[in-house]
């Protein structure tokens, strides 16, 4: 079933999409929408999607709905050399710095010098119940849920997956298992579609598609100048995590972000509803990692303050 053009202006085409090319299936959806034969056209030098008009049930959408307020989560650092044990007085000194959510890096999975389940049970060993975990659970996609469901029950608080070089698919599949905990979709590997103006495809519609697969928490880069998005595109990324029918998910401002700028990345954001701010190595590069993430959280909670005056 072919697409079909049922509007042109300024050089933007609408076509319009037979569903029954993909129904629910978010693999063939990428491969007719995304990164379809128009990516590869040697006759285009130009062609970027830049919107979709998403049919209402299509996809699951997130199992939380986002808070009406600021987040303030945190990365463990370094990403790689720590054994369980560091990582858990790490993520404890985190949430005494008042953090929501403590997650892992993306570059760190299940190896052998910190196994995925003995850091989980470390790491909830120390968290108060008021604080998320999300456990990095990619890898093999053949025990990707069975994974997901032995952290959730070694005492997660959230799952974690690099939605790009997983797989879209994978966030559907978490969803679809109902684990009982939100899952976070770290871009990783969505650069490659989004930061070219001419080839590839808007941030915001990158943003708005792993929201309906299922993510609670979608990462949608900041206002540092220290990722690819622009200014105009993370506002619209945060637009795409909170518009339609769906349930809204929770916009995560990273890249650069730390205590120093973190209240005006909320400002910037233009809202304080449904986003979050998260610390990476901001949060080691001065004092000790509790000291940087309360200072994060005054500073946002006195914008915050300022903003209802």
Known sequence: MRAHVVGEQDGCFVLEFPVTNFDGDVTL???SLLAGEWADAAVFTRCRLIGVEWPTGLLPGPAFDAPEKVLVGAIVKPSLGLSPAEVAATAEQLAAGGADLIKDDELLGDPQWCPLEARVSAVAAVLPGSVRYAANVTG????????????VELGAGAVMVNAFAQGLDSVRALREAELGVPIFAHRVGAALWARSRTIGVAPDVIAELTRLCGADFVQVGSFTGTVYDTPEEVRAEIAACHRGSAKRC????????????????????????GVMVLLGSAAYSGGSPEAAVRSTVEGVRENNAAASA
Do not use: Y
């Open 29 to 31: 959806l990428v491969s």
């Open 140 to 151: 093999p996609i053949d025990s990707l849920l069975e994974r997901a469901a032995r952290v």
């Open 250 to 273: 929770v916009a995560v401002l990273g890249g650069g972000v730390g205590p120093d700028n973190a209240a005006e990345q909320v400002m910037a954001a233009g809202t304080r509803s």
